[in-house]
């Protein structure tokens, strides 16, 4: 005891001090030391089937885990992303983490014999994943319809669903000549699509939300915007027939109230500021893109 | 007194190692997968291959090394220039060195920097801004021979400002895809999928330990003033310079891989003074060994708080290391 008696700190406390750290010390040690093992084999049998199609597969992007289901191998899914909200089956699987950043740990205990990745997934874990010898595939995000035609045939490619796939994309791309069929000749209206709020956040003219639009028959008023950000006062010059915010909820309405106060913008003066659900819009599928352009067509033309 | 005062040490080193050892295994016992210590050793011998072995010794592992490297580096900067400084509130980002990683890592990342370095690239541009920014500040700063330490301070944090906003102006003007490369990066992180840049970082840091160990005396004259350690016979320029050079190289390090994790440098020092006494040479270990265990603790805090998700390691630090801290000083007059 000698030793600790050089400090001016009362002998009592300080010893009081020790033994409750040590004490805590301890019991967060063996709490975890004297848990159960896990089981030495928990029966998973190693199929090296000749085709080697993954059977196990972790999506961390929410796009990728809807198409998955579409793709019919929906089974095969063992982990999602928090925000895999779409189709509700999803969202029983195991949770390996958000978009941008997942748990390493959580997926290598998955065993999964591939993980598709998105170029948002942190880097250095896509790269330790890797490292580890974990298949690990990366989709970049489409920016119109035919990208994302493509990512969905790769997708197939990856788990051979090449046939069902390709229906798919065939029978989407039918609707949307239909649809674009429909409107042909009718004005066009100016649209702004809000994405995010403070900074203000637009679609520009490289991203899907472009496509969208036009292929509902509408003119993005950012088409020309090299970012998203966009001021409120180029909104008000470009003035929009449509104002489009794509955010969840409470959000929505309050930017809708937000828009309100700006009386000579044409959106505000008609009425015509619409809320989408984002979970739907901003992860598209081939279909979910069409019945996207549907709901916008009746949205862009229904007083024409 | 002499050998009862070293004996004093040789118990607290003694000490913090344990709980350095007890927290690294704490960090390697728990995590979002539940795997018992006890299997570790079966793990060791026969578990290669399995999903087990791998997130123990290929994820857990590395993370608690870079811990002990960056967590101890960052502590003994703290202690190197709270002493040469005589200043309570310096820490190893306060010359600047955090906002010209910081910077250089934006760049990089936004314009692309060093080619050909794959994914070394980030680390070696965050070195690059790093110590870019301590040269610029030292040389204001210096005049003559003599570097001015008020003047470094002055020019440190006002090259940290302008080294921010540089940082919001790029951010303003960058890609969504990677802003939140750039956010996450200045967060801070102990992941880093590289063996050998863990490897060298652990190198650096034990050797820049050894090094300012070696001016632990010369740190204790000082302390007590530029004045009075020239009459006790200190090479004072010769001894400053090489301080400065010793923490600003280690943070430089420190910070180009893990990116900006704060309060470490700040509170760590100021414990241990609270607890070892203000002697540079058991002060300088101590503060080693503890910033390395508070390190690790808070980066295993921050990986299970809110599993699978994963809090900014920061988060923890701050909480914690300010907590602790304000508790330590309520409870003992402390004075720097």
């Known amino acids: 005891m000698k030793v600790f008696c050089s400090c001016s700190w009362g002998q009592h406390s300080r010893?009081?001090?020790?033994?409750?750290?040590?004490?805590?010390?301890?019991?967060?040690?063996?709490?975890?030391?004297?848990?159960?093992?896990?089981?030495?084999?928990?029966?998973?049998?190693?199929?090296?089937?000749?085709?080697?199609?993954?059977?196990?597969?972790?999506?961390?992007?929410?796009?990728?885990?809807?198409?998955?289901?579409?793709?019919?191998?929906?089974?095969?899914?063992?982990?999602?992303?928090?925000?895999?909200?779409?189709?509700?089956?999803?969202?029983?699987?195991?949770?390996?983490?958000?978009?941008?950043?997942?748990?390493?740990?959580?997926?290598?205990?998955?065993?999964?014999?591939?993980?598709?990745?998105?170029?948002?997934?942190?880097?250095?874990?896509?790269?330790?994943?890797?490292?580890?010898?974990?298949?690990?595939?990366?989709?970049?995000?489409?920016?119109?319809?035919?990208?994302l035609c493509e990512n969905f045939l790769r997708l197939s490619q990856l788990v051979g669903a090449e046939r069902k796939a390709e229906k798919i994309v065939e029978k989407a791309k039918r609707e949307l000549e239909a649809v674009k069929k429909r409107i042909e000749g009718i004005a066009k209206s100016k649209v702004f699509v809000q994405i995010g709020a403070n900074p203000l956040f637009t679609a520009d003219g490289g991203s899907f939300f472009n496509d969208l639009i036009e292929c509902a028959g509408g003119i993005n008023i950012a088409?020309?915007?090299?970012?998203?950000?966009?001021?409120?006062?180029?909104?008000?010059?470009?003035?929009?027939?449509?104002?489009?915010?794509?955010?969840?909820?409470?959000?929505?309405?309050?930017?809708?109230?937000?828009?309100?106060?700006?009386?000579?913008?044409?959106?505000?003066?008609?009425?015509?500021?619409?809320t989408l659900d984002s979970y739907r819009v901003c992860s598209p599928t081939p279909v979910s893109f069409v019945e996207t352009v549907k709901e916008l067509v009746e949205i862009f033309h229904a007083q024409q | 007194m002499h050998s009862s005062r070293i004996s004093t040490w040789i118990v607290w080193t003694f000490f913090l190692m344990a709980i350095l050892a007890g927290v690294a295994f704490f960090s390697l016992a728990v995590g979002a997968v539940d795997l018992p210590l006890r299997k570790a050793f079966f793990l060791l011998t026969k578990g290669r291959?399995?999903?087990?072995?791998?997130?123990?010794?290929?994820?857990?592992?590395?993370?608690?090394?870079?811990?002990?490297?960056?967590?101890?580096?960052?502590?003994?900067?703290?202690?190197?220039?709270q002493g040469m400084f005589r200043n309570p509130l310096v820490e190893p980002y306060t010359l600047g060195i955090s906002g010209g990683a910081a910077l250089g890592v934006c760049l990089n990342m936004v314009v692309g920097g060093p080619r050909g370095l794959g994914p070394l690239a980030t680390p070696a541009s965050g070195f690059l801004g790093a110590m870019g920014i301590v040269f610029m500040v030292y040389a204001i700063s210096v005049r003559g021979k003599v570097i001015r330490l008020s003047r470094i301070l002055l020019v440190g944090v006002m090259v940290s400002f302008m080294a921010s906003s540089l940082i919001m102006l790029v951010m303003a003007v960058t890609r969504t895809e990677d802003l939140h490369g750039i956010i996450f990066w200045i967060m801070g992180s102990l992941e880093e999928p590289s063996a050998a840049l863990i490897k060298t970082i652990l190198f650096i840091s034990l050797g820049g330990m050894i090094l300012s160990f070696l001016f632990a005396v010369d740190l204790n004259a000082l302390s007590l003033g530029e004045e009075e350690a020239f009459h006790l016979g200190i090479e004072v320029?010769?001894?400053?310079?090489?301080?400065?050079?010793?923490?600003?190289?280690?943070?430089?390090?420190?910070?180009?891989?893990?990116?900006?994790?704060?309060?470490?440098?700040?509170?760590v020092p100021h414990l241990m003074r609270l607890l070892v006494g203000s002697d540079h040479?058991?002060?300088?270990?101590?503060?080693?060994?503890?910033?390395?265990?508070?390190?690790?603790?808070?980066?295993?805090?921050?990986?299970?708080?809110?599993?699978?998700?994963?809090?900014?390691?920061?988060?923890i630090t701050g909480l914690v290391?300010?907590?602790?801290?304000?508790?330590?000083?309520?409870?003992?007059?402390?004075?720097?």
């Open chain 2, 321 to 336: 290391g300010g907590g602790v801290f304000i508790y330590a000083l309520s409870r003992k007059g402390y004075s720097f």
């Open chain 1, 15 to 147: 010893l009081f001090f020790y033994k409750a750290m040590l004490l805590a010390f301890l019991l967060l040690f063996f709490s975890h030391a004297f848990s159960p093992p896990l089981k030495a084999n928990d029966g998973q049998e190693r199929s090296f089937d000749i085709p080697r199609l993954p059977q196990r597969i972790v999506s961390l992007v929410p796009t990728v885990t809807e198409e998955l289901y579409l793709l019919g191998v929906g089974d095969k899914v063992v982990g999602v992303t928090v925000y895999c909200h779409r189709p509700p089956e999803a969202q029983t699987k195991e949770k390996v983490g958000t978009v941008v950043d997942v748990n390493i740990e959580k997926i290598i205990e998955l065993r999964p014999d591939l993980v598709i990745a998105s170029p948002l997934t942190d880097h250095k874990q896509t790269r330790k994943l890797r490292d580890i010898d974990v298949e690990v595939e990366i989709f970049y995000e489409a920016k119109d319809f035919q990208g």
């Open chain 2, 281 to 315: 040479r058991i002060l300088l270990v101590a503060s080693y060994i503890s910033g390395a265990a508070f390190l690790i603790l808070c980066d295993t805090l921050a990986r299970v708080a809110i599993a699978p998700m994963e809090l900014p390691v920061g988060v």
């Open chain 2, 49 to 81: 291959g399995t999903p087990e072995y791998t997130i123990l010794f290929e994820v857990r592992l590395p993370r608690i090394l870079l811990g002990f490297a960056v967590g101890g580096g960052l502590a003994i900067s703290g202690v190197i220039l």
């Open chain 1, 223 to 274: 088409g020309d915007a090299k970012t998203g950000i966009f001021s409120r006062e180029e909104v008000i010059k470009r003035d929009p027939d449509i104002i489009l915010i794509v955010t969840m909820g409470i959000v929505g309405q309050k930017e809708k109230e937000v828009w309100l106060r700006y009386k000579t913008i044409n959106a505000v003066k008609n009425h015509r500021i619409f």
């Open chain 2, 237 to 267: 320029e010769r001894v400053k310079k090489a301080l400065l050079l010793i923490a600003s190289l280690l943070t430089g390090c420190c910070v180009s891989v893990s990116g900006i994790i704060g309060f470490v440098g700040l509170v």
